[in-house]
């Protein structure tokens, strides 16, 4: 189920995570060749996702919602 980025923060290892409008969290981490997702390594480029959607798997699991710490820039 796809669900909208409300906003992020960051881990204890430092990577970012996105907050979902579900109230679930998900790494969006830019790793390539694996993974990229190069507009995570810019304030810039995570303002201009806020809104857009990622597929919660967590929602697709029925799990119980994540702790949201409160985001940051």
């Known amino acids: 189920m ?3 980025i409300t906003g992020f923060h960051k881990d204890e290892e430092d ?6 409008e579900c109230g ?3 790494h969006v981490r ?3 060749p694996w993974t990229k997702r ?3 390594t ?3 480029g995570r303002d201009k996702t806020v809104g857009n959607k990622l ?3 967590k929602c697709d699991e029925g799990a119980p919602k994540d702790e949201q ?3 940051v820039d």
């Open 42 to 44: 810019t304030k810039e």
């Open 38 to 40: 190069p507009w995570v």
């Open 30 to 32: 830019h790793q390539p």
């Open 24 to 26: 679930h969290n998900q």
């Open 2 to 4: 796809k669900q909208k």
């Open 69 to 71: 710490p409160a985001p």
């Open 55 to 57: 597929k919660c798997k």
């Open 15 to 20: 990577h970012w995570v996105a907050q979902l």
